[in-house]
């Protein structure tokens, strides 16, 4: 594994640069008010032909355009810009294993937390092997007694620093009470997601979850795992609101996202969930989805962007 911290190059403002060099203004209002908006993008590496490919970039950078939208950032960065910045630091570092790449688009300067710009960017990768661990054993969650963030007061749709506020409590909170993770009701009371990764459960065969007005981010690997599922698995699935307590009668559940890949969940508020064992559809699911993303299923290649030409 190389470049695991200290010797890692960083792209900022448009240079690659040890990340020692890679500094901030300690007034801007990045880092005063968390102003910046970012994706975590992994790139998955395929042995076989050599080669890196990062995942579904398009839908990366869309979502970041939105939430600069959303937040009022100057959009100065075209699509190719954004994608070739990442391509270069990569390269740079010449990874050749999973990685997850932390693309940041924040307020620089000396303004306040009104301030549209100026805007800068870093793209900061690190070396991420999958974790089989989550796979095998599961995990145990708690509804938090904290609500999700909704889209009347921070929305959950731009992914902006200052939104984790909330799910650092729900995370806190869950690990202080001995759980892995935290599931979010939202402000109608329904099921929303976790405090890094949206939620699907099984119930009687079919693969539920929260619809994307339920104070959610419009998670990549949610869209992921629904196209996987009905068009290749042929699973029946549902955008629906979920109540807390189809969490405990229901058959799987999973959480998912671009870093937490697919991980069941075994047990909510002390209740075992499918005898306390990932399910068959999680496994199935998770199964397909890695398959996916390392380039392994020629109909989903339009998905990878290679990273090594
Ligand atoms: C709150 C929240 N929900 C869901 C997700 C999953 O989104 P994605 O699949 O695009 O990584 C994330 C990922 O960062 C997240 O922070």
């Known amino acids: 594994m190389k470049n695991i911290q200290e ?90 294993e999973d990685i997850a790449v932390r693309q940041t688009v924040f307020i620089d300067g000396l303004g306040s937390w009104s301030s549209k710009g100026p805007v800068n960017m870093f ?21 938090s007694s904290w609500e999700r963030i909704s889209d009347r007061n921070i929305s959950p749709k731009v992914k902006v620093g200052a939104n984790y506020i909330n799910s650092r409590m729900a995370q806190i909170e869950a690990l202080n009470n001995g759980y892995d993770s935290a599931i979010f009701m939202n402000n109608q009371g329904k099921v929303s997601e976790g405090p890094g990764s949206c939620i699907f459960i ?4 079919k693969l539920l979850t929260p619809p994307i007005t339920a104070s959610i981010l419009e998670s990549i690997t949610r869209d992921t795992v629904l196209e996987l599922a009905k068009e290749y698995l042929k699973i029946e699935v549902a955008e629906r609101d979920i109540d807390r307590t189809e969490l405990y009668v229901c058959d799987e559940i999973f959480l998912c996202g671009s870093a937490i890949e697919i991980a069941p969940v075994t047990n ?13 559809l999680t496994k199935a699911i998770h199964k397909i989805y890695i398959k996916a993303v390392t380039g392994k299923i020629s109909a989903y290649k339009r998905w990878l962007t290679s990273i090594y030409a």
């Open 123 to 143: 793209v900061a990768p690190i070396a991420k092997h999958r974790s089989d661990l989550t796979m095998n054993k599961g995990m145990r969650c708690c509804v």
């Open 268 to 280: 909510v508020d002390g209740i075992d969930i499918s005898c306390a064992k990932p399910g068959d």
């Open 202 to 205: 099984v119930r009687d065969g």
């Open 7 to 96: 010797d890692r190059l960083i792209w900022l403002d448009g240079k690659i640069v040890p990340l020692h060099e890679a500094t901030i203004n300690v007034l801007s209002p990045t880092s005063q008010f968390g102003a910046n908006v970012f994706e975590g993008i992994r790139c998955y590496w395929n042995e076989e032909e050599g080669q890196l490919y990062a995942f579904r970039l398009a839908e990366h950078y869309k979502r970041l355009k939105n939430s600069m939208k959303i937040f009022q950032m100057e959009d100065k960065y075209p699509i190719d810009l954004l994608k070739q910045s990442l391509i270069d630091v990569v390269k740079a570092n010449n990874y050749k």
